[in-house]
């Protein structure tokens, strides 16, 4: 294991009433009480940004001090919380990121860390939701994938807002294991990127703009 006081994994937190989640909120309580806290870097982003005006920067220099990247919030509507995905969509920008020229992410490991309020039946042939929780997940997936980063296998609970105490133990319990014990327990797990440099068409680039001034659990 890497020394202690090197903080090689950053904690991305992102649940817009992080006081009321009953399983983020345990998550995030189980890593600071955890001897993996010395080798974390844990920023709660709508406690950063609760104007949703991202420091890209410092966003940026957490990241390239990590190795493993992680995402710890709720599914919101099959997707990330509104703060996460304007952080993806500010921070990883074309040419720092992916594209000519952004290889600051190449190599590194991401991670899911996250919940939903359907069950695992819901997310099985027949139920509600018709599609596999996987389905849901390529977004996450293919961004990982298109910054050069290698995808690790989410770490999900099911039913978030009907799980027992003993089940949310177990989920925190596991995730703080996991980051305790990485990058030992994510050799097999990973799938490795094939980045690519090529040019991206300017109709596929994302459009640049200046940061939106605003105002499920689990």
Known sequence: ???????DILVLVAH?????????????????????????????LYRLYPDFHIHIDAE??????????????????YSMPALQKLWLDEVAHLGWAYGPGGTALHGKDFWLVSSTG??????????HNHHPIED??????????????NWLQPQILHGAHRATDTEVVAHADLFVQR??????????????????????????????????????DA
């Open 179 to 216: 980051l305790a014990h990485y990058p030992d327990w994510c050799e097999h797990a990973a799938e490795p990127a094939t980045p690519s440099d090529e040019a991206v068409a300017l109709d596929e680039r994302p459009a640049l703009f200046s940061p939106l001034t605003v105002g499920g």
């Open 136 to 149: 849901f997940l390529l977004p996450y997936r293919q961004s990982a994938h298109t910054c050069g980063m």
């Open 118 to 127: 359907g069950s695992a039946q819901a997310y099985g042939p027949g139920g």
């Open 60 to 77: 940026q220099r957490a990241l390239e001090a990590s190795r493993l990247v992680v995402m710890l919030h709720p599914i919101y509507w």
């Open 16 to 44: 817009p009433d992080l006081a009321r989640s009953h399983a983020t909120r345990k998550l995030v309580d189980a890593l600071r009480a955890s001897p993996a806290a010395g080798r974390v870097e844990l920023r709660d």
């Open 1 to 7: 294991m890497p020394d202690a006081q090197a903080r």
